[in-house]
T-cell receptor, first 113, second 115 residues
Framework: GNSVTQMEGPVTLSEEAFLTINCTYT??????LFWYVQYPGEGLQLLLK?????DKGSNKGFEATYRKETTSFHLEKGSVQVSDSAVYFC????????????FGAGTRLFVKA | NAGVTQTPKFRVLKTGQSMTLLCAQD?????MYWYRQDPGMGLRLIHY???????AKGEVPDGYNVSRLKKQNFLLGLESAAPSQTSVYFC??????????????FGNGTRLTVT
């Protein structure tokens, strides 16, 4: 079946540290891949996306590269800020059949000043 | 630009009570969805709609009903609430079917507690 696995949290970092949140997927066909972010008390919002292999999505200093050979879409940021504290969800969406985005369980990030 | 608006934000029900969650979007999106979010489980799709007057079951539809009488509104109903329905509920919409060029837009959620 189709699924998304992301690293368990919480992840705790100091301000200006390097961030990596691992995400791997299993899918039939050719999915689009997403990272959504959920700030406290809010709904999810799209952070970045990639629609085909080797595409790099980027936004607000975050990056992720669609790696078909390793079925991965790891999220990275070179220097985190306190304001990046949130829950991050990796997700895939298949372009054929159904109307369903499959979400990972989410990874909570705490950034300390 | 309001985006996706959910009401209420919080609600406490007793077992067996009923309620309706309201969702409204002002982006003229065709597709709307209801998800529930539970700790460690990500988001799970309850029901969705591909257009006005249509509804379909998602991954966890039991115990819920939905209606889409107007394009901008999507209602989620609980006829007889159970403690297992304690969760945070999110409404979302997308311009067309979910995919790379049509990401989801979420409301801020409704926290429901069933005692």
């Amino acid at each position: 079946g189709n699924s998304v696995t992301q690293m368990e949290g919480p992840v705790t970092l100091s301000e200006e540290a390097f961030l990596t949140i691992n995400c791997t997927y299993t899918a039939t066909g050719y999915p689009s891949l997403f990272w959504y972010v959920q700030y406290p008390g809010e709904g999810l919002q799209l952070l970045l996306k990639a629609t085909k292999a080797d595409d790099k999505g980027s936004n607000k200093g975050f990056e992720a590269t669609y790696r078909k050979e390793t079925t991965s879409f790891h999220l990275e940021k070179g220097s985190v800020q306190v304001s990046d504290s949130a829950v991050y969800f990796c997700a895939l969406s298949l372009n054929t059949g159904g109307f369903k985005t499959i979400f990972g369980a989410g990874t909570r990030l705490f950034v300390k000043a | 630009n309001a985006g996706v608006t959910q009401t209420p934000k919080f609600r406490v029900l007793k077992t067996g009570q009923s309620m309706t969650l309201l969702c409204a979007q002002d982006m003229n999106h065709e597709y709307m969805y209801w998800y529930r979010q539970d700790p460690g489980m990500g988001l799970r799709l309850i029901h969705y709609s591909v257009g006005e007057g249509t509804t379909a079951k998602g991954e966890v539809p039991d115990g819920y009903n939905v209606s889409r009488l107007k394009k901008q509104n999507f209602l989620l109903g609980l006829e007889s609430a159970a403690p297992s329905q304690t969760s945070v509920y999110f409404c979302a919409s997308s311009l067309i079917g979910q995919g790379g060029n049509s990401p989801l837009h979420f409301g801020n959620g409704t926290r429901l507690t069933v005692t």
